[in-house]
Nanobody, 121 residues
Framework: VQLQASGGGLVQAGGSLRLSCAAS????????MGWFRHAPGKEREFVAG????????YYADSAKGRFTISRDNAKNTVYLQMNNLKPEDTAVYYC???????????????WGQGTQVTVSS
C-alpha cells in the first residue's frame, strides 16, 4: 500500500482543515487506517484511527470533539477533518495503514510522506 497525504497548510487558531490520504493498492478496503502527527521536539503521536469498514473510530484525547476521521473505500481515501484548530496542533501529519497492534502505538505497516499543518495564534 502506498499513501499520499495532502491538505495541510497555514490556518489561524479556530479555523479548519481537511486532510486527505489517497492510497494505492487493492487491499485498501480491508485495512485499518490512521493519522499520526509529529511536532518538533516531541514524539510521533497518534491522532485518530478508523477500522477497515469505517464502522469504528478511535481518537486521542487531544482530538476528541474537534477532529473526525472518515474513509471512502470507493475512492481509496481516508480523511481527517480538523475543526477549532489550536496552535498546539501544529505538526507534520502522517497517514498510516495496517496497525500491527494497538492503534495508538506508531507500529504500523505503511506510512505516507506527511503534510505540514501550521496553526497561528
Amino acid at each position: 500500500v502506498q499513501l499520499q497525504a495532502s491538505g495541510g497548510g497555514l490556518v489561524q487558531a479556530g479555523g479548519s482543515l481537511r486532510l486527505s490520504c489517497a492510497a494505492s493498492g487493492r487491499t485498501f478496503s480491508s485495512i485499518n487506517m490512521g493519522w499520526f502527527r509529529h511536532a518538533p521536539g516531541k514524539e510521533r503521536e497518534f491522532v485518530a484511527g478508523v477500522s477497515w469498514s469505517g464502522g469504528s473510530t478511535y481518537y486521542a484525547d487531544s482530538a476528541k470533539g474537534r477532529f473526525t476521521i472518515s474513509r471512502d473505500n470507493a475512492k481509496n481515501t481516508v480523511y481527517l477533518q480538523m475543526n477549532n484548530l489550536k496552535p498546539e496542533d501544529t505538526a507534520v501529519y502522517y497517514c498510516a495503514a495496517g496497525p500491527r497492534g494497538v492503534y495508538a502505538k506508531p507500529d504500523w505497516n505503511y506510512w505516507g510522506q506527511g503534510t505540514q499543518v501550521t496553526v497561528s495564534s
